[in-house]
DNA sequence: ACATTGACGCCCA
DNA sequence: GTGGGCGCCAATG
């Protein structure tokens, strides 16, 4: 019989998918919660999305700092995280604003 | 089982 | 461009 720790979050086959779909997003562009969801299949889960970065590991590979909201936003407080997620876009070559605003239409991600 | 809470999205004033 | 309101849906209390 396996035992399972009880904080080890399971896995389901959707969080595979987004991963392995955020994994793929290219450096310099970006997606938006919605458009993730949608393409894997999850239609109307844009908040699921975002409660899974959410949970992400701060040493993770993932690059979620390329997640941005349909308003071409950043959604993190800029006096915070999204401080944060603003530098890392822009050392990809993304321009974002001082308010954390970004240019879906020239940089949205779009396989 | 019921109420709240969001890294959301869309519509309207 | 800016809020405000509402629908949505899984997690959390």
Redesign the pocket.
Known sequence: MVRVPRFV?PV?PNDIRLFTLLASVPAGRVV??????EMIG??????????I????PQDSSLP??R?????G????SMLE?GRR?AERLRAEGVVVSA?G?ISLRLYRWMP
């Open positions: 979050a389901t938006t919660y919605g458009q993730l969801a999850a239609p109307r889960r844009a908040r699921w999305v975002g409660q970065l959410k949970q992400l979620w700092h997640v941005i909201n349909a308003q936003r950043i959604s993190l995280g997620q308010e605003r």
